[in-house]
Each structure stands twice: as C-alpha cells, then as structure tokens.
C-alpha cells in the first residue's frame, strides 16, 4: 500500500465504469494485492510490459509470474468480511482500502483512503491485472477478479401488505393471507450462482487409511478430516480401485472398475483411449473444470503433459486443468519439461531440488538426501524401505521448506482458481468442479524444518508382522516419523486451501461437496514391505470424508466398505449429470443418508510387472467384514501368506486395525461366492486351491 505523502500518478486516461456499489453488502469483491520485492536477489524482476502509473491494466502475468507474493496476506474478501462486510476495511494501523463490489461486475478500489474512505487513488475495473502506487523497493499489483451481487429477495414490505385480501363480514375487515402471493414471486426472483452445489476432489498421493488423525493409535496430528467429518461423514473401509497411481487414478476419472478400465499399469494414461470421463460428464451439465498437481491420469501422451502442464487436459474435460510430474519424475531431462520444474528453474532452485529429490531409477540421479534403491542391506536381511522411502539425511539448506512440491501445488491451485475462474465472468456464471492433486506421503519422504521438529519424539507404532522391520528398530521408526511429518505438511495445505475457496467462492465451503481421499495407501513396514501394489490392507485402504450439501447426520463414521470409484458417481449425481454408458461408478448418498449399501462387494487388483492379483472386500454381518484375494503367480513376497511363485489365495477377516485373520477353512461358500466375481483366469487359477474343490 502506497504512503499518504507520496506523489500519485494522474488517472490519465482511465475510464470509470457508469455503475453503482451493490445493495447488498454481503456481496464482497473478489481479489489480491501482488507485490515483486526488488530487493530480493532471488526474485524475478517484473517485465517491462508490467510498468505503468496507478489504474493502468498490464497482463495478467504481471500478477502471477514468478516472484510475486501478497504482503498484506490476505484477499479482499478476507479483509471486507473479517471486518464486519465493510467496504472501507483497515488494511494497516491508520490506513483503509476501498473494496466496493458494483452491480455491473466491476470493483471500485481506492488505496490511501481515511476511515471514511476520502481516498487519494482510485479506479473502477473489471477482471485483469492492474497497476497500483509501489512502496520503497516493492512493486504493487491488484488482480481484479470482479464480483457479483447477490440476489436479494425480490419479496417487499408492499408485497406482503398485497399479500393479505380484504374481505368484509358485518362491517369488519377481514384479512387472509395468500402465501402463494410472496412465494410464487420469491421463486421468479433470479438466484446466485450459488444455487447450484460447487464440487471439489483433493486427492493425496500414497495415503493410508490410518494415518488421518483420527485413529487414536496412531499419533497423527492433522485436522483436516476431523474438519470434513465434523460437517459430515468419514468412511473407515474405503478402498481404492488399484493400489498403484495411473490405474487408480484412471478409473475414477472414467468412473470404471480397474477390471473394465484400459489403464492396467503406470505408463499409460486416459486421453489414449476412446472413454468419457466424469468430468465431461460434468461438464456437460454446465460445470466448469479445473484441475491442479499431479493428475497421474495423462502418461504416455507424446511431450509428456508439457511446460506449461495442459496437454491432453481438454481430451479429460478440463476447462482450466494444469498439472504437474511427480517428484520422481519431474527431473528426467536436464531441463524442465512440466511447471513444477520450470517454476523451480525461474526460482534459481533446479539444481538444488533436483539434487534433494533425485530421479526414478535413481541411477544417474541419485537423491543426496534419502537411500537411493528399493532394498537396504541389513544383519537381519534385506530390509523392503522402497527407494528414497528412507531419507535420514537433513538439508543443509533446508530448500524443501519453500520449493517442495505441495507447496507449489498449493500456489498454483489457488492461482488457477483466481485467474481462471474468478477473473472470467462467462466462468464465474456456472458452478464449478475442482480436481486438486497433493503428493502427499509419495516419497522421497523428505520432511520440512517444521516436521523434522514435530516428530523428533513422536512415538508411533511399529510395523506389525515385520519381524526384520522389528530386528531395525531406528530405520522403522524414522522412516514412520518422515511419512508423518510429509502427511502432516499436506494436512496444513488442504486447510489453507479450504480456508480459501471458503473465502473466495460463492457461498463459500457451504456450497461446495467436499470429498478427501486418496490414490492408494503404504505399507510404511507392515509386513515388512514399504510402497503399495499388494493386496494387503495398508496398500488398498485409504481415507475417504466427505462434506457438504445434502449430506445428513454430520459427525458419522461409516464402516460398510465403499470404493473410491464412486466419488464420480456421487458427484454426477449431485450435478444432475448425465454418465456414460460405460461408466459403473454409482452415488454413494443412499448409504451416506439412508444406511443403503450401494454395491454388494468392493473390488480391486493389479496386474503390472510381476503383480497379477485380484481383491474383494464383503461385508458378512454386522460386525465382520471379509477380504478375498487370488494371486497368479504368487501374491508379492510378504509375511502374510508363504512367499511363492505359484498361484495363490486367501480369506481373511477385517478389522479397524487391517487385516485381520485367515478364515478360508470356515468360509469356503464366501469364498466361492467371491471368486465367482473375478475373470475366468483368475477362476481358473485359483478355484482348485479353495478347500474342497481339485
């Protein structure tokens, strides 16, 4: 914000917009200051297209290239609710802004205004990025992203005086109320876009189902679960529909099972095949969708999911989708080829974080930080800690803290946000759809300053069934308090997100249907096994919450398994959308309001590489749920069944706590009835292994 003594730069040419201030103050403008610190050796400097007196419009790019930040830390909308819906907020001790939302669209801003808002600058705009008065060593900004008035009720004093009929009887008035009067004229009135639910999908990357704070077993200490399921529902038996990223992700987005799904393995991604996805599902009921971070759905497509991360998103049905690699992949070239790494290189900090996280296979670019193959050499044998799982090693820069990935993901969620829908008035009028993409507990498990305090004595369970894991007690233990402070990190970030869409989108987190989840689990040790891809239940099982309209009975834990899958379902359904005939997701709403399962069973397997397993999941009565699973060519090597390379099987219980015990001598009809489901190879394989039937 510029000094009152300054000199300000004339209007000049700046054409005020012939419109009035909304008559609802609820209606707040929508916007951020963006200032380039020019004393920073480490920031861009602004381009020279970015120079101009106060109220010039300058390219967008100009509010959100590399190198600006908000120094006041807060939207317009922050500061014109958080002090009481006032137009005139205090911005700094003894200086207000004006933030006046107008009825054509526009925002009327001054800056260096008295509490009265007497201002000595200021303009009326529309949506774009303009130039404000700069401070010693600053450059200030405002992205303008417009505002809309709120409907108000179209219902007046006359109305309701209309509303009663005069009618008379020995001389007395007699009055009756005709309420259809007001409510057929209140239904006429027109409505916010907020009259139609926003949805919004964040997925973490390698979550597993009890590290989401809230299993008392485990000290976890992230909030945003206990957030969602305070004003809504949790399910404790989620699973996803492959345990491994690109399958994972893909079916959902297609809203298929893996087995109807075409994307079997890592390396292959949607837009090669000829399948809608939910979200032109979405789309085409009016939806407009946006997508952040590493989507996973999009490999194999020829230049990658390019610089600037939008190949093949308008192939997925994304009206603004950016994406990004992931930490094991963003560093393949010797340049940056996605926005993650072109945003670490106009920082100055490639090298440095191309160093720290390495590069699948870890060959030619080892990460210095963390053990760089898939089997650490122990005296009680080969440990499984899967490559850069185990990161002892502490940064000397500590360059994570600003340049990790999620928090990039975070900068460039919001920023797609602002600048492609809240700034695009033909957006701003449909109700929107959101992807949001974390890493997560994906490694390299590198922690921040922040989580390597908070964990130093943090005590968390160990590995169970893990007699090698057992026989290393220090390498378990840390590499359990790494994926605590990375699951922790990425809690903060979706609170912050949450924190602004509630801020920043119409109607705020009341209007939008929440869903938290992820693509798989880890096995953290369980096992003795790290990383996912097996049918165990730290692999498979992963958190799932939920929130917002037309969700009942808030506050819910609920323990009938459900699929990730049907997300999908859940959202084309809330939309009024339209599924393809080859989509299978179904909507989760009779079971989440009525107690209606919606499937009979909850399917999953793999088949990439040397995994080639197929998984059930089946609620038997009340109070036991069982697991099936058929392995061909033997189940990956674990201490839950005998390590072989011929074909297996198994029935296990379920628990609260995972996989429970084996019970195929007493459930071989379940178990009959559950490979029943599964392909005739899988039938074929593993049939003459159930008790009874060579």
Not at 500 to 513: K, T
């Amino acid at each position: 914000m510029a000094s009152a003594s300054k000199v300000f730069a004339a209007l000049g040419g700046l054409t005020l917009a012939a419109a009035g201030p909304c008559s609802n103050q609820a209606s707040w403008p929508m916007g951020t200051w963006n200032v380039y610190n020019l004393t920073s050796e480490a920031a861009p400097m602004p381009a020279a297209s970015c120079s101009g007196s106060f109220g010039n419009k300058v390219p967008n790019e100009c509010c959100t290239a590399a190198g600006t930040f908000n120094m006041l830390g807060q939207s317009f909308a922050k500061f014109y609710v958080g002090q009481g819906n006032t137009n005139c907020p205090e911005v700094i001790p003894g200086m207000n802004a004006l933030l006046q939302c107008n009825d054509d669209g526009t925002i009327t801003y001054g800056e260096d205004c008295d509490s009265s808002c007497n201002c000595q600058s200021k303009m009326t705009v529309g949506p774009g990025c303009y130039k404000t008065n700069d401070m010693p060593g600053t450059q200030w900004y405002i992205s303008a992203m417009g505002c809309q008035c709120t409907a108000e009720a179209a219902v007046t004093c006359s109305d309701v005086k209309n509303a009663y009929k005069d009618s008379k009887c020995c001389g007395m008035p007699d009055k009756a109320f005709d309420v259809g009067m007001l409510s057929a004229k209140a239904d006429a009135a027109p409505k916010p876009s907020a009259a139609k639910t926003n949805l919004l999908l964040i997925t973490y990357d390698g979550w597993r189902w009890d590290w989401d704070g809230t299993h008392d077993n485990i000290d976890m200490r992230g909030t945003v679960v206990n957030r969602i399921t305070a004003k809504g529902v949790r399910f404790d038996k989620a699973y996803s529909p492959a345990p491994v990223c690109a399958p994972s992700r893909s079916a959902m987005a297609m809203a298929m099972s893996y087995e109807e799904s075409p994307v079997k393995r890592n390396g292959l991604g949607v837009p090669s095949f000829d399948f809608q996805t939910f979200y032109t599902s979405l789309r085409n009921a009016g939806y407009f969708i946006m997508g952040a971070g590493k989507d996973h759905i999009r490999q194999g497509l020829a230049g990658g999911i390019g610089l600037d991360g939008k190949n093949g998103a308008d192939r997925l049905g994304w009206d603004a989708g950016i994406g990004t690699d992931d930490t094991w992949e963003f560093a393949k070239g010797d340049l940056p080829g996605e926005p993650y790494g072109l945003w670490l290189y106009n920082k100055g900090m490639w090298d440095e974080m191309v160093a720290e996280y390495g590069t699948y296979p870890f060959t030619t670019k080892p990460s210095s930080l963390c053990y760089n193959a898939d089997y650490l050499p122990t005296d009680a044998g080969d440990m499984m800690v899967g490559a850069s799982n185990w990161c002892p090693n502490k940064s000397s820069g500590m360059y994570v803290d600003e340049y990790r990935i999620d928090f990039y993901t975070l900068y460039l969620a919001r920023t797609i946000f602002g600048k492609y829908y809240l700034a695009d008035p033909d957006a701003r009028s449909k109700p929107w759809m959101y992807h949001l993409n974390f890493m997560g507990g994906h490694p390299p498990m590198i922690m921040t300053s922040e989580g390597w305090a908070n964990t130093a004595d943090r005590i968390l369970p160990s590995p169970v069934n893990a007699p090698i894991f057992a026989a290393n007690p220090d390498i378990s233990t840390f590499l359990r308090k790494s994926y605590t402070g990375l699951v922790e990190d990425v809690d903060g970030l979706t609170n912050n997100f949450l924190d602004f869409v509630d801020g920043n989108s119409p109607g705020g987190l009341d209007n939008i249907l929440v869903f938290l989840t992820a693509d798989h689990g880890e096995l953290l040790g369980d096992f003795d096994l790290t990383r996912k891809q097996t049918q165990h239940e730290p692999s498979c099982r992963v958190p799932l919450a939920v929130m917002g309209p037309g969700i009942k009975g808030a506050g819910r834990v609920i323990k009938y398994p459900v699929t990730t899958l049907d997300i999908a379902g859940t959202m084309m359904e809330v939309a009024g959308a339209t599924p393809a005939d080859s989509m299978s997701a179904v909507s989760l709403m009779p079971l989440i309001n009525d107690g209606t399962p919606v499937r009979t069973m909850i399917t999953s397997g793999l088949t990439m590489g040397t995994k080639d397993f197929r998984v059930r999941w089946k609620q038997y009565n009340s109070t036991t749920t069982l697991k099936f699973f058929c392995c061909r060519g033997g189940c990956p090597a674990s201490t839950m069944v005998p390590v072989t390379t011929s074909d297996q099987v198994g029935l296990f219980t379920v628990t609260d706590a995972g996989d429970g015990v084996d019970v195929m001598a007493s459930g071989v009809t379940e178990a009959l009835e559950l490979l029943g489901t599964m392909s005739q190879d899988f039938q074929d394989a593993c049939m003459p292994l159930i008790p009874g039937q060579r």
